[in-house]
């Protein structure tokens, strides 16, 4: 099982670009999340998706939009990136006691 | 107020040491607590869970909760330089049967020195 995968794990973008970052679970999990994590703010809940067909705002949802494709893929997409969305973006897949999280994507908006 | 708070150290041990980390949270219907462990570059992995008052323990690591101080900690006892690493408290909320969602403090770095 490879658990968690996302790509790319590294990107670089210009100021209003648009990207989707893709993520993949095996798990069979239910729900699915999009987080970001910059220095100092630990992880910081962008969206979420309790079920295939399900998405829901988290913490900071701004400047994102979301798909959950089927009950195995959630991508993350930025329509205009800005720089203030330079970060590390995690995805994660849980059951009903652990969140697994993917490797990362670190993401860089000039 | 965060809603749950970490000092973000960097906390410094001999090896050997037993390191204390702490972490409070703001919600005190919180039912359920973890603590990741994110090494520099990698994402978090789940080292411990707990959801009743008290001491639970696995190997060298020991989580104490306490709801009524909306306390949690997490004690690592013999600490080796591979224990650094910055260290994540999460609080669970439910929303639903099978779904939830984690609050994350900011996290403590840990460094433990040989």
């Known amino acids: 099982n490879a658990g968690v995968t996302q790509t790319p794990k590294f990107q670089v973008l210009k100021t209003g670009q648009s990207m989707t970052l893709q993520c993949a679970q095996d798990?069979?999990?239910?729900?699915m999340y999009w987080y970001r994590q910059d220095p100092g703010m630990g992880l910081r809940l962008i969206y979420y998706?309790?079920?295939?067909?399900?998405?829901d705002k988290g913490e900071v949802p701004n400047g994102y939009n979301v798909s959950r494709l089927n009950k195995r893929e959630f991508s993350l997409r930025l329509e205009s990136a800005a720089p203030s969305q330079t970060s590390v973006y995690f995805c994660?897949?849980?059951?009903?006691?652990?969140?697994?999280f993917g490797p990362g994507t670190r993401l860089t908006v000039l | 107020q965060k809603e749950v708070e970490q000092n973000s150290g960097p906390l410094s041990v001999p090896e050997g040491a037993i390191a204390s980390l702490n972490c409070t949270y703001s919600d005190r219907g919180s039912q359920s607590f973890f603590w990741y462990r994110q090494y520099s570059g990698k994402s978090p992995e789940l080292i411990m869970s707990?959801?009743?008052?008290g001491d639970k323990e696995d190997g060298r690591f020991t989580a104490q909760l306490n709801k009524a101080s909306q306390y949690v900690s997490l004690l690592i006892r013999d600490s080796q330089p591979s224990d650094s690493a910055t260290y994540l408290c999460a609080v669970k909320r439910g929303y639903g049967r099978s779904s939830y969602k984690l609050i994350f403090g900011s996290g403590t770095r840990l460094l433990v020195r040989p």
């Open positions: 994660a897949s849980s059951d009903n006691n652990e969140q697994f």
């Open positions: 998706s309790a079920s295939e067909g399900t998405t």
């Open positions: 707990i959801y009743s008052n």
């Open positions: 798990m069979n999990h239910n729900s």
